[in-house]
T-cell receptor, first 113, second 111 residues
Framework: DAGITQSPRHKVTETGTPVTLRCHQTENHRYMYWYRQDPGHGLRLIHYSYGVKDTDKGEVSDGYSVSRSKTEDFLLTLESATSSQTSVYFC????????????FGPGTRLTVT | QKEVEQDPGPLSVPEGAIVSLNCTYSNSAFQYFMWYRQYSRKGPELLMY????GNKEDGRFTAQVDKSSKYISLFIRDSQPSDSATYLCASGEVEGGKLIFGQGTELSVKP
């Protein structure tokens, strides 16, 4: 457990509305990641951060943006939510000190109606 | 073709059985390999990781990597009902911080 919390844990929203998910970590890990998990697809990387204000795209970044203004917080924003973004979203962190292991948060279950 | 392939199962075994979970990968640059366990409605939990070919043992769990055939395995001895979960394999390159995950195998251990 890398001291990762995610908020909210559950959210239902309507198509077209903006949504922001928050990931907070207490371990001072350098790297942070956002994944989505869907049946039949496993975990897919959306965006990741390798430091404050340093971010890059993952495999499924369209429709998502991220920001990291502090080491401990990584925000994922859906600018205009669509039904295809209904999913479970996981945040993960990695120390960056040579270890490659990623540690996951509890997840946010998002439903877009 | 996905870079990491994993049979989604489901796999059902009786308590006490030896379980074998397997993945294949296609990227020769992958140098580190991990197994995660995910209980229903929870986040993935790191179970084991290795950076080399061969076996790594931790209690009832053994991770095996064969880089020549690009094959990753997880063995669970004396399986317990508490081992019922989805098991995810993951691989990545030395450079960069990305992990590529398999689809996950759902395991059920029946008492």
């Amino acid at each position: 457990d890398a001291g990762i919390t995610q908020s909210p844990r559950h959210k239902v929203t309507e198509t077209g509305t903006p949504v922001t998910l928050r990931c907070h970590q207490t371990e001072n890990h350098r790297y942070m990641y956002w994944y989505r998990q869907d049946p039949g697809h496993g975990l897919r990387l959306i965006h990741y951060s390798y430091g404050v204000k340093d971010t890059d795209k993952g495999e499924v970044s369209d429709g998502y943006s991220v920001s990291r203004s502090k080491t401990e917080d990584f925000l994922l924003t859906l600018e205009s939510a669509t039904s295809s973004q209904t999913s479970v979203y996981f945040c993960a962190t990695r120390t960056g000190a040579g270890g490659k292991e990623q540690y996951f948060g509890p997840g946010t279950r998002l439903t877009v109606t | 073709q996905k870079e990491v392939e994993q049979d989604p199962g489901p796999l059902s075994v009786p308590e006490g059985a030896i379980v074998s979970l397997n993945c294949t990968y296609s990227n020769s640059a992958f140098q580190y390999f991990m197994w995660y366990r995910q209980y229903s409605r929870k986040g993935p939990e790191l179970l084991m990781y290795t950076y080399s070919s061969g076996n790594k043992e931790d209690g009832r769990f053994t991770a095996q990597v064969d880089k020549s055939s690009k094959y990753i395995s997880l063995f669970i001895r004396d399986s317990q009902p508490s081992d019922s979960a989805t098991y995810l394999c993951a691989s990545g390159e030395v450079e960069g911080g990305k992990l590529i995950f398999g689809q996950g195998t759902e395991l059920s251990v029946k008492p």
